[in-house]
Antibody, heavy 121, light 115 residues
Framework: EVQLVESGGGLVQPGGSLRLSCAAS????????MSWVRQAPGKGLEWVAN????????YYVDSVKGRFTISRDNAKNSLYLQMNSLRAEDTAVYYC??????????????WGQGTLVTVSS | QPVLTQPPSSSASPGESARLTCTLP?????????IYWYQQKPGSPPRYLLY?????????GSGVPSRFSGSKDASANTGILLISGLQSEDEADYYC?????????FGGGTKLTVL
């Protein structure tokens, strides 16, 4: 059974840092692109970042470029999101999602339950 | 990143059909993209429903009933999610998504109420 379990969320002050983790199991983690998607309280979904299987390609939404870094450790079946210079508008539930790529298709086929990040003084 | 426009809310009665729309900006041709649809219920992560490119290139998520289907209206530059035979359990938020180049764009979501 595919499982994605996020951790590392919490309350942080503006300007602070936080590192999210996503533990993957039930599939060959190193064979899949992975992503982070966030959802502010009461708002819609916003894609944050993608990372290729070997970590050689990474892509970010403009609003987090230069502040957030996506990474992975295939030996540990883990995905990470290092978040620096946090702002109030980064407050959200952060989901880890697996990307199923089939030809031109790119589907977020499995999601974790999410971890809440609150940026507030 | 482009903006995908979804009506904030929609409603229909059980047994009826609901047509949810996702309008792309005028500089992005809906005919060039797979349109993906996700369903999200309160307190849960999103669930992949389906994708639609054309009648000959479409796909359903695992376990997603055939009552859910996709289409496009090229004249309106819009992707469409059609839910037929509405059931109370279909009450949820629905998000469209495209994947231009290496970025991902979600629509703002539509809250579907089953009256």
């Amino acid at each position: 059974e595919v499982q994605l379990v996020e951790s590392g969320g919490g309350l942080v002050q503006p300007g602070g840092s936080l590192r999210l983790s996503c533990a993957a199991s039930g599939f060959t983690f190193s064979s899949y692109w992975m992503s982070w998607v966030r959802q502010a309280p009461g708002k819609g979904l916003e894609w944050v970042a993608n990372i290729k299987q070997d970590g050689s390609e990474k892509y970010y939404v403009d609003s987090v470029k230069g502040r957030f870094t996506i990474s992975r450790d295939n030996a540990k079946n883990s995905l990470y999101l290092q978040m620096n210079s946090l702002r109030a508008e980064d407050t959200a539930v952060y989901y880890c999602a697996r990307v199923c790529r089939d030809g031109y298709n790119r589907i977020f086929d499995y999601w974790g339950q999410g971890t809440l990040v609150t940026v507030s003084s | 990143q482009p903006v995908l426009t979804q009506p904030p809310s929609s409603s229909a009665s059980p047994g009826e059909s609901a047509r949810l729309t996702c309008t792309l900006p005028s500089d992005i041709n809906v005919g060039s993209y797979n349109i993906y649809w996700y369903q999200q219920k309160p307190g849960s992560p999103p669930r992949y429903l389906l994708y639609y490119y054309s009648d000959s290139d479409k796909g359903q998520g695992s376990g997603v009933p055939s009552r859910f289907s996709g289409s496009k209206d090229a004249s309106a530059n819009t992707g469409i999610l059609l839910i037929s035979g509405l059931q109370s359990e279909d009450e949820a938020d629905y998000y469209c998504m495209i994947w231009p180049s290496n970025a991902v764009v979600f629509g703002g979501g539509t809250k579907l109420t089953v009256l």
